[in-house]
């Protein structure tokens, strides 16, 4: 199993879940990839999408996917740029929490299991 950590910074749930569950169903079915999972947590500026998929994938692969499903293009640059010369995947991290330079509390993740259930429910959904 392989787990996708999808950075979505749009508040607009419904925008996101249209974005998402589309290029999923496109990419997973040209790719033959078989979603298995998702979870939704609420962010200070949009969305962590953790999407889990069959099989294992390389970090390019990962990085890759994420890309095409909708997570935010810089952070996948600079993911790329962190593990193409590194063999583990520690590099691929959404931060539950992330604080300013003085410890401030910026943003903390928020689970949403509703939205969760959307998100899956259109991600498995067949298309007529």
């Given amino acids: 199993m392989e787990m996708l950590k999808i950075d979505i910074d749009i ?10 569950t589309n290029r999923c ?6 790719l033959g990839i078989k979603p298995i999972g998702c979870r939704v947590f609420g962010t200070a500026k949009g969305y ?8 294992e994938y390389s ?3 990962v990085c890759f ?5 909708g997570s935010d293009y810089k952070r996948e640059t600079f993911n790329f740029l962190r593990f ?35 998100l899956w429910d259109g991600i498995i959904e067949k298309r007529g």
């Fill in 84 to 118: 193409k010369n590194s063999l583990d995947k520690k590099w691929n991290v959404l931060f539950a929490k992330k604080y300013d330079g003085q410890g401030n509390l910026l943003s903390s993740e928020i689970e949403e299991p509703i939205l969760s259930k959307l």
């Fill in 48 to 55: 962590h999408v953790y999407i889990d998929i069959e099989g």
């Fill in 59 to 61: 970090s390019f692969d």
């Fill in 11 to 20: 508040k607009d749930f419904g925008k996101v879940r249209s974005i998402i």
């Fill in 25 to 30: 169903r496109g990419v997973f079915a040209i």
């Fill in 65 to 69: 996917l994420q890309m095409a499903v």
